[in-house]
Each structure stands twice: as structure tokens, then as C-alpha cells.
């Protein structure tokens, strides 16, 4: 008889040892409704953290033989994290989410239907959830309308690193070696075909979000500079508007000399300060794209492990055949 397909079940986290064991509890009782079809191995990722995380990540690979669990040097990013999880995943399909229990395991059962209607890749979009920030909700749905105005790589708004891809789909991804990953891009530049799935988060078990405003701010600038060259052309755009504004500036200075008011000097140094403003304003443009081409032909490693324990998948398979 063929063995059941292999999922893995990839989750990052950072900083999360007081809901940990309560997000393993609830994911073993989503995957425990799909056991007669599937197998599932389940991959921990600690982003460096700096409490506990990884000794309750130990504890709960004791108690359960499908747990495995990686452990990063240092804080690399979710991202990072993200990408080494998936670097490691075994199965014939790989779902990701975090493990805060903001990305319900109960929608898993529908990311592997979805798969075995033959989607590679399965993504979910994230409802508005009302307990959030004003300020948050509306700094998430700014970026996306940006993203969508400035990428050439469609990104759908509210769309979440809470996904499936099936094996096909994920050596693609793997092959793409960014030092500034930002997956959700990355995963629609593949171009496989997309089936979406929306979701309602949950609330947060323990503690508190890790994404800082600064975090958010770097998570933005790799989606957009990643993915658009937009910002390069707008000095381009500038550079015409402030000639013709230079032109306009001109005339009425020539007028007001004739007239003798004097005001010439300030429509001169008006121009003189917003065209300083705009020059420095695009080599910051060009910088930063220099910087990331810098990082990128460094070829430094994404990630660096600390610690690494990846169970054999022939442990649970002899398990389920005992209990057979």
C-alpha cells in the first residue's frame, strides 16, 4: 500500500514560550482530524530567541516524535526563519504559520483540499479584524495599495505568510537566493497558479506581537524595493517637474525684477532648497538600492544555525503502523 502524502508543517517563532505549548495543543487537535489521509511532520523554527522558546521547543520534540525543531545563532527575521523551515521541509507539501495562534490551524484541513484539487500554491488573505490598531489596519492596507500601484509582481491585499505549496512549487521558491526576502512577493513571482482561501485571525494566545513598527518598516521597504524599480524613475519625473517649475520661477523673478519688489531672491531660494531636497532625496533612492546589490554579492548566508534536530520520518511511520 502507497504511504500517505507527507505534509510539513513549518512554524517560526520568536520569543512565544508561553503560548507555545497551548499553539502545539490546538494544532495537534486540527491534525488529528486529517491523520487517515495525511502524515505530518512539524518543524519549529526559533528566530534566536532570548527566553525560553527553545527549551520548550526541546520539551515538546520529547513528548511528541513528530516535532522537530531548528534553532537560528541569532535573531535573522521572520523571514529568515520562514526560508529555513521550508529549506528543511521533507513533505510533498509544505503549509507555514505562526505559531500565535493568529493563523488558525483549523484552516489547514481546507489548504490540503485545496492541494488535492491539484493547486501548487494556496494562499490565505487575512479578514479585517476589528481588535486591531486603527493605525495598524491602516498602515497594512496603505503598504499593499502601494505595493500593488509601484510592483510589477501582483501582491493581493491582505495576503499572509499563512500558505501552502505543494513540492513543485516550493523547489522554485527555494532557488531563489535574495538576501532581502520578502516570501509573500516571492511566492506570487513564480507564477504558478494562485488559489485563495480568507480567513478570520485569531486572537493572540500570549504575549505580544513581534512586529515592531521598525520591523514593519524594513518588512515594507523589502517588498517594495525587491520588487519595484519604480523609485529609481522618479528622480526622472522630479527632474522634469522642477525644470519646468525652475522655468515658471524664472519668469515671475525676471517680473519682479522689472518691477523692483525685491521678491525675486525668494522665489530663487525656494527653488534652490526643493531642488537640494529632491537631489538628496534621490541618491537615497539609488543608495539603498546600491546597499541591498552590496549585500546580495556578499552571498552571506540568510540564516545560521544554532541548533538543528530533524526527527526520521521513519519514526512516525513505524508508530502509525503499530498502532495499526
Given at each position: 500500500?502507497?504511504?500517505?502524502?507527507?505534509?510539513?508543517?513549518?512554524?517560526?517563532?520568536?520569543?512565544?514560550?508561553?503560548?507555545?505549548?497551548?499553539?502545539?495543543?490546538?494544532?495537534?487537535?486540527?491534525?488529528?482530524?486529517?491523520?487517515?489521509?495525511?502524515?505530518?511532520?512539524?518543524?519549529?523554527?526559533?528566530?534566536?530567541?532570548?527566553?525560553?522558546?527553545?527549551?520548550?521547543?526541546?520539551?515538546?520534540?520529547?513528548?511528541?516524535?513528530?516535532?522537530?525543531?531548528?534553532?537560528?545563532?541569532?535573531?535573522?527575521?521572520?523571514?529568515?526563519?520562514?526560508?529555513?523551515?521550508?529549506?528543511?521541509a521533507r513533505g510533498d507539501a509544505v503549509v507555514?504559520?505562526?505559531?500565535?495562534?493568529?493563523?488558525?490551524?483549523?484552516?489547514?484541513?481546507?489548504?490540503?483540499?485545496?492541494?488535492?484539487?491539484?493547486?501548487?500554491?494556496?494562499?490565505?488573505?487575512?479578514?479585517?479584524?476589528?481588535?486591531?490598531?486603527?493605525?495598524?489596519?491602516?498602515?497594512?492596507?496603505?503598504?499593499?495599495?502601494?505595493?500593488?500601484?509601484?510592483?510589477?509582481?501582483?501582491?493581493?491585499?491582505?495576503?499572509?505568510?499563512?500558505?501552502?505549496?505543494?513540492?513543485?512549487?516550493?523547489?522554485?521558491?527555494?532557488?531563489?537566493?535574495?538576501?532581502?526576502?520578502?516570501?509573500?512577493?516571492?511566492?506570487?513571482?513564480?507564477?504558478?497558479?494562485?488559489?485563495?482561501?480568507?480567513?478570520?485571525?485569531?486572537?493572540?494566545?500570549?504575549?505580544?506581537?513581534?512586529?515592531?513598527?521598525?520591523?514593519?518598516?524594513?518588512?515594507?521597504?523589502?517588498?517594495?524595493?525587491?520588487?519595484?524599480?519604480?523609485?529609481?524613475?522618479?528622480?526622472?519625473?522630479?527632474?522634469?517637474?522642477?525644470?519646468?517649475?525652475a522655468l515658471l520661477h524664472a519668469v515671475l523673478?525676471?517680473?519682479?525684477?522689472?518691477?523692483?519688489?525685491?521678491?525675486?531672491?525668494?522665489?530663487?531660494?525656494?527653488?534652490?532648497?526643493?531642488?537640494?531636497?529632491?537631489?538628496?532625496?534621490?541618491?537615497?533612492?539609488?543608495?539603498?538600492?546600491?546597499?541591498?546589490?552590496?549585500?546580495?554579492?556578499?552571498?552571506?548566508?540568510?540564516?545560521?544555525?544554532?541548533?538543528?534536530?530533524?526527527?526520521?520520518?521513519?519514526?512516525?511511520?513505524?508508530?502509525?503502523?503499530?498502532?495499526?
Amino acid at each position: 500500500m502507497d504511504p500517505l502524502p507527507l505534509v510539513s508543517i513549518v512554524c517560526p517563532a520568536f520569543e512565544e514560550e508561553e503560548g507555545l505549548p497551548i499553539f502545539h495543543r490546538a494544532l495537534k487537535a486540527a491534525l488529528a482530524q486529517l491523520e487517515h489521509r495525511f502524515r505530518f511532520e512539524i518543524i519549529f523554527v526559533d528566530d534566536g530567541s532570548q527566553d525560553r522558546t527553545l527549551d520548550v521547543l526541546k520539551s515538546l520534540a520529547q513528548i511528541d516524535p513528530t516535532v522537530s525543531y531548528l534553532s537560528l545563532s541569532r535573531n535573522f527575521g521572520h523571514q529568515a526563519a520562514l526560508t529555513a523551515g521550508l529549506e528543511h521541509a521533507r513533505g510533498d507539501a509544505v503549509v507555514s504559520l505562526d505559531a500565535d495562534l493568529q493563523h488558525p490551524p483549523a484552516v489547514i484541513a481546507e489548504l490540503l483540499h485545496q492541494w488535492q484539487q491539484g493547486h501548487d500554491v494556496v494562499i490565505t488573505i487575512r479578514g479585517d479584524d476589528q481588535r486591531l490598531p486603527w493605525l495598524k489596519r491602516f498602515t497594512s492596507k496603505a503598504f499593499y495599495r502601494v505595493m500593488g500601484f509601484f510592483s510589477e509582481t501582483e501582491i493581493r491585499v491582505a495576503t499572509s505568510d499563512f500558505r501552502l505549496l505543494s513540492r513543485k512549487a516550493l523547489q522554485a521558491l527555494l532557488q531563489l537566493k535574495e538576501q532581502h526576502r520578502f516570501m509573500r512577493g516571492l511566492v506570487q513571482w513564480l507564477g504558478f497558479v494562485v488559489k485563495e482561501i480568507e480567513f478570520q485571525p485569531d486572537e493572540r494566545v500570549a504575549g505580544k506581537s513581534k512586529y515592531t513598527l521598525r520591523r514593519m518598516i524594513r518588512l515594507a521597504s523589502d517588498g517594495l524595493f525587491s520588487f519595484s524599480r519604480t523609485p529609481l524613475r522618479v528622480p526622472i519625473w522630479l527632474s522634469g517637474f522642477f525644470f519646468a517649475l525652475a522655468l515658471l520661477h524664472a519668469v515671475l523673478a525676471g517680473v519682479s525684477w522689472l518691477r523692483d519688489t525685491g521678491a525675486a531672491w525668494h522665489y530663487l531660494l525656494v527653488i534652490v532648497n526643493v531642488g537640494i531636497g529632491c537631489v538628496l532625496g534621490s541618491v537615497g533612492v539609488v543608495g539603498e538600492y546600491l546597499g541591498r546589490v552590496h549585500e546580495q554579492v556578499k552571498q552571506r548566508p540568510v540564516y545560521l544555525l544554532k541548533e538543528c534536530e530533524l526527527r526520521p520520518l521513519e519514526v512516525g511511520v513505524a508508530q502509525r503502523r503499530e498502532a495499526a
